[in-house]
């Protein structure tokens, strides 16, 4: 192989850690003004790294070092889930991050690689939901299965928006899944079957012999019950994840790409455009409904007022501010726009409203988002001869 | 079934038509002029209906409480107000990213709805609750069997009908109809024959705008009621019924917005336990439309050329 | 005599009232270069069109080498082995180089989804010999362009985006190249280098039979061996070049009647 250095891999664990360091201090401000101070200090250290040339090593070390990077941010998370073992409403947070974060992979194959709109994610989340409601309280199937049915679920209603949804023109797409996405909620409350607007209620997960709702300790150190959930969350996202990107660096990303950016050409060059685009829209419902699934049993209830429209277009807004079609953007963004309106209970009212008018900031004047889609990178670390 | 009861749907359909073919003919200029999906034009419709209800406790509170001008004042205000708005939306959302991927402005237009829903549910006093709109209209019935036919009915579909012969007219007998023409055949040539383009859409969107607005005003009449979510799923369906008259065809425009309407009360008809599930009908008749529908029924206008 | 590489009979295409393209007869011998020349508006671009199923033929007959590909979908026309260029340039802008060049190499590479998730180091050793192929057909073009494979294209002067076209069109190994005014827009320095590196790639790849729409005649004359010229959609004139720059007809079409 080549001898050519290798992009260093200090910097990105360096801007790992930094960023966990944030995220702890920020999970633990009590008040409203030690939340805002410690987002000024977060915005100011990137300035600051941007203006002193320390950020673009850092992306280097992402985006050419990407395996072990992996890794590192695993580890990260491993340790920022460890300065919360016993506390109930992080570790919620956290889970609830990983299954948003999970639901917008999918959204990213969608819409980030094949340019297939999709409004009703929250929807698809939704189904896994109620999918694992009723798996888990009517039948014994063991759970890991109930996740691989919510998925499974999730991926066969989508069929049923197909159709629409593999029209040249993406307004078609649009159309169906914003009225999927609308109609869902209300469809839930008028069936009664389903628990009507009270929701329903979902025994504990339990998962290779644990009871999941019950808090442990392991070597005398204290856990709290979110713990499995957390660590589930966190195997699911990874997969997500490894499966997005393995996706992106291969010729089907090569494919999707030139179906979004030219369907004629595309045609024209052997690809089959609606098979990409059947496999693109399910693969990402299946993930949303995998994560819903997860998601129901975590919070041990849901109710059609979780999955409304406004939610899909959060979760569309996360992947355009987090940068279209970038999988680390959609990450960091996830954990803003779901942690954020927790903390800062003021926002909370307005998240919908906020969350649009960023969105329509970013479109207007960076429209690649806050991390931009790099080029793709097939084998990280390979150099030509 | 009842004569009089199989009436009363019609007319209730034939009102639901009414409002769903201004919408739609709204989304058929857009996309006409500027070959752009203006998603936040439902919530437009909110809005305008909005205006039209401060205006009248305005209206109130100044004591001109004489029906006939709290009705003309609320559709003056109303439309006016939202033409401005459109114009607003075209020049600094919309034309600005003229040069961007379709799909952004879309998406722009999809988040400006939202701020617009949302700023109607947070800011206006009491907005997250439905507003009775007042009976302006006079309430007097005539009595057709079983069936009474509502006097303001008549009116407000006589002036639907009017505000559409109005667009018909503007865009096919007026010189500006010509410029909108010109532009939404071909931008450049339309440029340098010296139409001013921005002009054009401006107005345009103006004009759509105004449309809903009615629409809004006409719904809250109507129903006597208004809320902050009302325009969302009329601008679903306004939509769906303008891709299915052909997207840039005003009365294709209009066929969708009756044709939807018709769809809807049959389905009210032929399953009359279904009211609670009249919008998932209504969805399921959208979803059945875009798959089948081959580009073909009345051709969608692609300026793409290979 | 052999068969042809391309044999289309009356081949026609109507939009509406409009006939773009009037009953072609067109023939391509193998390894021949025909040129395809008439005003805008003659139907060169629609023949081609018709051709790789974009458009469905209203009437008529393809025949690529001894098969009926009359309105065969694009994709199955990509299959048997005929690839483009477009008029109008069409790659994909925030791509690189090299993913441009693979999205025409789609019918050498494997798409299955368990190989390109999970066999990574299959994917990888498939990958690296697809690098090399494209990087050796760029290096015909232009050197320095081959050390600049995951350059974005978008950023590209207009000359090497077409060059990065015809290397999408010919990394599959083609046997039927067809050109749509490559040279638009290209100095007349420019175009002379192209025709070389096409007429390198010609004889590099046994057997590739190329028709080429072109308005700059000199390049016509220079690398074609035979003309096909079209006027409303109808062919008026057949021949080498010499022989049809002086039919009166195909002087009147392009300069108009005296």
């Known amino acids: ?385 | 079934m009842d004569a009089g009861l199989l009436a009363q749907f019609v007319a209730n359909g034939l009102m639901l038509g009414m409002m769903y073919a201004l919408v739609a003919v709204g989304f058929t200029l857009f996309f006409g002029v500027l070959d752009v999906i203006q998603f936040s034009h439902g919530d437009v419709l909110t809005v305008g209906a909005f205006t039209g209800y401060s205006t009248y406790l305005g209206l109130e509170l100044l004591g001109a409480d004489n029906p006939w001008l709290q009705v003309a004042a609320v559709i003056v205000v109303a439309c006016g107000a939202m033409a401005l708005l459109g114009a607003l939306i075209a020049k600094y959302l919309v034309l600005p990213l003229k040069s961007a991927p379709p799909l952004n402005i879309l998406l722009v237009t999809l988040m400006l709805g939202t701020v617009l829903r949302e700023s109607v549910r947070l800011f206006y006093p009491d907005g997250a609750n439905p507003k009775r709109f007042p009976r302006l209209l006079p309430t007097d019935a005539v009595a057709l069997g079983s069936f009474n036919l509502r006097l303001d009915s008549v009116l407000l579909f006589l002036g639907g009908l009017a505000v559409i012969i109005a667009i018909h007219v503007l865009i096919n007998r007026t010189k500006l109809g010509l410029a909108i023409r010109a532009v939404a055949q071909d931008e450049e040539t339309a440029r340098t024959m010296g139409i001013n383009f921005t002009l054009v859409v401006l107005v345009t969107f103006g004009i759509g705008s105004a449309a809903a607005a009615f629409a809004g005003v006409m719904n809250g009449l109507y129903y006597n009621e208004i809320n902050f979510g009302m325009g969302l799923w009329l601008g679903v369906i306004g939509f769906s019924a303008a891709i299915v008259g052909g997207l840039g065809n005003i009365y294709g425009a209009i066929l969708g917005g009756f044709l939807f309407a018709a769809l809807q009360t049959v389905g009210a008809v032929a399953l009359p336990f279904a009211s609670a599930y009249k919008d998932v009908f209504a969805f399921a008749v959208v979803i059945a439309i875009m798959a089948w529908r081959p580009t073909g029924l009345i051709a969608e206008r692609t300026s793409e050329r290979v | ?258």
């Open chain 1, 1 to 385: 192989m080549s001898a050519a250095p290798r992009a260093p891999l200090w910097p990105g664990i360096v801007a790992a850690a930094l960023v966990t360091a944030f995220a702890v201090a920020f999970m633990w401000a009590e008040n409203e003004w030690e939340v805002v101070g410690v987002l000024a200090a977060a915005l100011v250290a990137v300035l600051v790294a941007r203006r002193t040339g320390w950020l673009a090593p850092a992306a280097r070390a992402f985006e050419m070092r990407e395996p072990a990077m992996n890794r590192v941010t695993i580890v990260a998370l491993l340790v920022f889930i460890a300065f919360f073992h016993d506390d109930h409403f992080p570790l919620l947070m956290v889970g609830t991050v990983l299954v948003y974060f999970t639901v917008c992979l999918g959204l990213t194959i969608q819409f980030g690689y094949s340019g297939v709109m999709n409004f009703a994610a929250a929807a698809f989340l939704g189904t896994g939901c109620y999918t694992a409601a009723v798996l888990s309280a009517h039948t014994s199937l063991p759970h890991l299965l109930v996740l691989a049915a919510g998925g499974a679920v999730a991926a066969l209603v989508g069929s049923i928006l197909i159709l629409p949804v593999l029209r040249t023109r993406g307004h078609y797409a649009a159309v169906v899944t914003i009225a999927f996405g609308l109609l869902f909620r209300t469809f839930l409350e008028v069936n009664d079957t389903l628990g009507g607007p009270q929701g329903l209620k979902l025994p504990s997960m339990k998962l290779l012999g644990m009871t999941f709702n019950d808090n442990f300790s392991v070597a005398g150190i204290e856990f709290s019950f979110y713990m499995h959930y957390v660590l589930t969350a966190l195997a699911l996202a990874v997969l997500a994840f490894a499966v997005t990107r393995r996706l992106e660096r291969s010729w089907i990303g090569v494919s999707l790409d030139a179906i979004r950016l030219d369907e004629t050409a595309s045609a024209c060059f052997g690809i089959h455009i609606a098979r990409w685009k059947i496999v693109a829209f399910t693969l990402g419902n299946f993930m949303a409904g995998a994560a819903g699934a997860l998601y129901a049993l975590m919070l041990g209830f849901i109710a059609p007022t979780n999955f409304t429209f406004g939610d899909s277009l959060v979760m569309v807004s996360i992947i355009l501010l987090g940068g279209i079609g970038n999988a680390w953007g959609a990450a960091l963004a996830a954990a803003i726009v779901v942690v954020l309106p927790e903390k800062l209970q003021l926002i909370q009212e307005y998240r919908f409203l906020l969350y649009a008018a960023m969105v329509i900031v970013v479109l207007l004047y960076r429209p690649e988002g806050l991390l931009p889609r790099p080029l793709r990178n097939y084998l990280p670390g390979w150099r030509p001869r």
């Open chain 3, 1 to 258: 005599m052999s068969a042809p590489v391309l044999a289309l009979s009356g081949l026609t295409r109507h939009f509406g009232g409009l006939v773009a393209l009037d009953a072609l007869d067109m023939r391509v011998e193998r390894g021949q270069i025909v040129g395809l020349i008439g005003p805008n508006g003659s139907g060169k671009t629609t023949s081609f069109n018709v051709l790789t199923g974009i458009y469905a033929a209203s009437a008529g007959r393809a025949e690529f080498l001894g098969r009926d590909i009359t309105n065969l979908r694009a994709q199955a026309v990509y299959e048997a082995g005929i690839a483009r260029t477009f008029q109008r340039s069409r790659l994909c802008l925030p791509l690189s180089i090299f993913d441009n060049i693979m999205v025409g190499n789609h019918r050498r590479l494997e798409h299955g989804l368990w190989f390109n998730l999970f066999s990574r180091r299959a994917f990888a050793r498939q990958f690296e010999t697809a690098f090399e192929d494209a990087r050796e057909l760029v290096r015909v073009f232009d050197a320095p362009l081959a050390g600049r494979m995951f350059d974005a294209v978008g950023a590209l002067p207009m000359i090497d985006r077409r060059r990065i076209e015809i290397c999408r069109a010919l990394i599959s190994r083609p046997q039927l190249l067809l050109l749509d005014e490559p040279s638009a827009g290209m100095t007349e320095e420019e175009t002379r280098e192209l025709m070389d590196d096409i007429l390198e790639i010609r004889g590099r790849i046994a057997g590739l039979s190329i028709v080429i729409i072109e308005h700059e005649m000199g390049v016509i004359e220079r690398i074609t061996d035979r003309c096909v010229v079209l006027n409303f959609g109808r062919k008026i004139a057949e021949g080498a070049y010499r022989e049809v720059a002086a039919d009166r007809q195909v002087q009147e079409a392009y300069l108009g009647v005296e």
